[in-house]
C-alpha cells in the first residue's frame, strides 16, 4: 500500500478502469451473470443484448432494459464511485488528470460526481433513434406508460407490447433504441480515440473491479505494464492478468479504494 501511494504521489494522468464489480456493490447486478440468475425470462443476456433481437422483438429488449433502468435508477453511488470522484476533484486541483473508463451502463460514477467519464458502452439513459440517429438524455421511469411494471423476470410471460407504444423519437417518431453497445457491434470511434488518448499519456493506470476478460479493456493493462506504466488492480478476486501487474489490493472496492486513494 505504502508503495502504491508514492506511485499515485508521482502521478500526473491517471486513468482508471471500472468494472462491473464497482456498482455490483451498489446493488447493480452484473451484466454478464452466471448460472440460473444469468437468465431474465428464460433467456440469456448475450440473447437479448443484439440489434438482430431488437429488430425482431423490440418489445422483449425494451421490456429488458426498462428493468434495468429501474433498477439502477433506485441505486446509489457507493464508496469506490465516491472516491474516484473526490480524488478527481482533488487533482484537478493540482493541474493533475483522473480519467475513469467505465465499463458500466448505470451512470453511478456520474452521479458521484466524477466529470471525465468515458463511457465504453453508452449507458441506459441515453436513447437513440433507429431512423434519423438522434441522440438524447432520458430519465423517465418508465421510459413510455407502456413498460410501467413490465421487466420483471419473476413475472409471468406478458403479451408483447405494441411497436407503436415503444419508445418513440421526438424529433422524426421513429423507434428508439437504448444507446448502448449490443453484442456484434463496435463502440463509437469517438469514444475508442478518446480512450486511446487517455490510455497513451497515463503514467498510473488502475483497474476496479473489473474482470479482465472484457475486450478490449482485458488488454489495457498487461498492455501498459509492458510499457513500463505502473499498474494496480482493486478486485474482490485475482483475475487472468493479476501476475502480470504491480499492484494488487484483493476485496470489496468500496473498502480498499478509499484507503488507497485518500488515505494520507
Request: aromatic content about 8%; some cysteine; proline content about 6%.
Amino acid at each position: 500500500m505504502r508503495a502504491f501511494r508514492e506511485t499515485l504521489a508521482k502521478a500526473k494522468n491517471i486513468v482508471v478502469l471500472t468494472g462491473s464489480g464497482v456498482s455490483a456493490e451498489s446493488g447493480v447486478p452484473t451484466f454478464r451473470y452466471r448460472g440460473p440468475e444469468g437468465l431474465w425470462k428464460k433467456r440469456s443476456i448475450t440473447e437479448l443484448a443484439t440489434p438482430d433481437t431488437f429488430r425482431t422483438n423490440p418489445s422483449l429488449v425494451w421490456e429488458f432494459y426498462s428493468h434495468r433502468r429501474q433498477i439502477a435508477n433506485n441505486k446509489v453511488p457507493n464508496a469506490a464511485h465516491k472516491a474516484l470522484a473526490e480524488l478527481e476533484a482533488q487533482l484537478r486541483e493540482q493541474n493533475r488528470n483522473v480519467t475513469v473508463i467505465t465499463q458500466n451502463i448505470d451512470r453511478l460514477q456520474h452521479r458521484a460526481g466524477s466529470q471525465n467519464v468515458l463511457e465504453m458502452f453508452g449507458n441506459l439513459f441515453e436513447t437513440c433513434c433507429t431512423s434519423c440517429g438522434h441522440v438524447s438524455d432520458n430519465h423517465d421511469i418508465p421510459i413510455v406508460p407502456s413498460l410501467k411494471d413490465k421487466g420483471d423476470p419473476d413475472t409471468q410471460e406478458q403479451a408483447p407490447i405494441s411497436v407503436d407504444l415503444l419508445p418513440r423519437c421526438g424529433n422524426c417518431g421513429g423507434l428508439l433504441r437504448p444507446h448502448v453497445v449490443w453484442y456484434g457491434e463496435g463502440m463509437e470511434y469517438s469514444t475508442l480515440a478518446r480512450i486511446d488518448f487517455a490510455l497513451r499519456n497515463c503514467d498510473l493506470y488502475i483497474q476496479v473491479g473489473s474482470s479482465s476478460q472484457i475486450y478490449p479493456a482485458a488488454n489495457y493493462g498487461p498492455m501498459l505494464v509492458a510499457r513500463g506504466v505502473p499498474v494496480a488492480e482493486f478486485n474482490l478476486n485475482t483475475t487472468p492478468v493479476t501476475e502480470l501487474l504491480n499492484f494488487h489490493f484483493p476485496g470489496n472496492c468500496g473498502a480498499t479504494l478509499p484507503e488507497a486513494l485518500l488515505s494520507t
